[in-house]
């Protein structure tokens, strides 16, 4: 009796242990992790922003870097918090979607989704 009763405890930890992702086909939370999202700015120029493995990320726009710290809840809303105050936070609502050339990412935010891709690694240019 005591065995079942460790059984099923066991069993309803396993089914219960964690939120599921909202979107489908998203791989884990650390999927950002030590990777780049590419992405058109709002003037269509070139944004990359890497992920560190620590909860740090670096933004390059057009000829500058800004940093912050990142995080990303188990609805796929990623949180980005500017070092520099002269930035506000933002959050986008990601979804995954499969590319002819590997992950492709929407950045929902309210204003305007973005269409972003996935690199592995940092791409960020560094002259």
């Known amino acids: 009796m005591r065995e079942a009763s460790v059984l099923f405890v066991v069993a309803v930890l396993l089914v219960f242990s964690g939120p599921a992702h909202a979107e489908t086909g998203l791989p884990a939370p650390t999927f950002l992790t030590e990777n780049t999202l590419i992405y058109p700015g709002v003037d269509g120029e070139k944004n990359l922003i890497h992920f560190g493995r620590f ?3 670096d933004w390059y726009f057009p ?4 940093s ?7 609805d796929n809303n990623l949180s980005l918090a500017y070092d520099n105050t002269d930035f506000a936070a933002q959050t986008f609502r990601l ?5 002819s050339d590997g992950l492709r990412v929407e950045m929902i935010a309210p204003e ?3 269409a972003a891709v996935m690199e592995e690694g940092n791409t960020l240019p560094y002259t």
């Open 95 to 99: 979804a995954p979607r499969e590319g």
């Open 55 to 57: 909860g740090n990320f």
């Open 112 to 114: 305007r989704t973005f």
């Open 63 to 66: 000829c500058k870097f800004e």
């Open 68 to 74: 912050g710290t990142w995080s990303l809840d188990p």
